[in-house]
């Protein structure tokens, strides 16, 4: 009989992921307000100002830049108006105009690395597992292998390895290079983790009475993957892909924070809590620019780890029996 999340954290999950679902299409919607107001700044009394309902009035009374506000259709207005409400970071630009943008940048990193690491992982792990023998060998060494790299001497390697030719090939926009080299970071690592679940359930699958009987009645090795041991990889390959995307983005926002991740101005959760420690200290807390970032970090990780561990719950083999299509 299949266990159940305890009721708390099922309660958690349901709130975060209702905030989540709310979260990301207003995001998106408000994207071409984001995208010119991220980076604007309004100088004087607007630098490391606390949050408030009502804008704030900057020492020159002129309008934040750029100007074209001014000119624009009333949503973008009404938008714009809501600028002040998590306050302003040292650069006079408003918090919450940062924290959208970054938020789907982080769940960018996150959904694409898991998409890279269950395509290279699955197909990894299912030509090893049914292959057997030395291929099956040689191709788990070179897992080993990786899995023994330093995880940071990676990045720093593909960084510097890749950077200029990547900034050759998209016209100078080093701002994309640095997005495309951590989502091939993070995902170049966590593709092995996929690669030896998958491998141990191939193992399994493959031994079983109706495989057996597949082979016996002539079936080929394309036949019985396609019809016998991926439908029962399913499973597994979305509860991991689930559990993926919160470790890449804690990953994003890990290297983010050091400073070999996402660079300024573009913005994403780790960038910006990093700002934010920057931005605390003994004497004068600044605690809108920690508290924001980090907060929403935590509920979004929070969320997709329990919707892993319920969909872990759901379709985990190893709860039921594995069966012939």
Same mark, same amino acid.
């Given at each position: ?6 009721? &708390? ?15 990301? $299409?207003? #995001? ?43 000119? =624009? ?32 940048? =982080? ?9 890279? #690491? +269950? ?53 100078? @926009? =080093?701002?994309? +290079?640095?997005? &495309? !080299?951590?989502?091939?970071?993070? =995902?170049?690592? #966590? ?13 399994? !699958? ?24 991926? $439908? @029962?990889?399913?499973?597994? !390959? ?7 995307? $919160? ?14 991740? !996402? ?16 931005? +605390? ?23 997709? @780890? +329990? ?13 039921? #029996? &594995?069966?012939? $299509?």
């Amino acid at each position: 009989m299949k266990g159940k999340l305890p009721g &708390v954290l099922r309660l958690l999950a349901a709130l975060g992921a209702a905030l989540l679902i709310l979260l990301v $299409p207003i #995001s998106m919607l408000l994207l071409p307000v984001s995208r010119q107001l991220y980076n604007a700044q309004e100088l004087g009394a607007s630098v490391r100002h606390p949050p408030s309902w009502s804008p704030v009035e900057t020492e020159s009374k002129t309008e934040i830049r750029p100007t074209a506000v001014r000119k =624009s259709p009333p949503w973008f207005k009404a938008a714009f108006q809501a600028r002040s409400w998590m306050g302003h970071d040292d650069l006079g630009r408003s918090l919450l105009f940062r924290l959208l943008p970054g938020f789907l940048v =982080s769940l960018v990193v996150g959904l694409s690395a898991a998409a890279i #690491s +269950v395509i290279i992982g699955a197909t990894w792990g299912v030509v090893a597992g049914y292959a057997g023998g030395r291929l099956d060998l040689v191709m788990m060494r070179i897992v080993d292998v990786l899995q023994g790299l330093p995880y940071i001497l990676l990045v720093i390697l593909l960084k510097v390895g890749l950077s200029r030719p990547l900034i050759a090939w998209f016209g100078g @926009n =080093s701002r994309t +290079v640095d997005l &495309v !080299i951590l989502v091939m970071a993070v =995902s170049g690592v #966590s593709w092995l983790t996929m690669a030896r679940m998958v491998r141990t359930q191939v193992l399994s !699958i493959r031994s079983l009475g109706f495989v057996e009987a597949a082979k016996a009645c002539g079936a080929g090795p394309f036949h019985i993957l396609r019809r016998h041991v991926l $439908p @029962n990889l399913t499973g597994t !390959i979305i509860v991991y892909a689930t559990l993926v995307v $919160p470790q890449a983005i804690l990953q994003e926002s890990f290297l983010s924070f050091l400073g070999i991740g !996402i660079q300024q101005p573009t913005p994403s959760l780790g960038r910006l809590a990093a700002d934010g420690v920057q931005a +605390v200290n003994t004497f004068v807390g600044y605690w809108w620019l920690l508290v924001f970032p980090c907060g929403l970090l935590v509920l979004t990780l929070l969320t997709l @780890n +329990v919707l892993g561990d319920w969909l872990l719950d759901r379709l985990d083999p190893r709860l039921g #029996s &594995v069966s012939p $299509p």
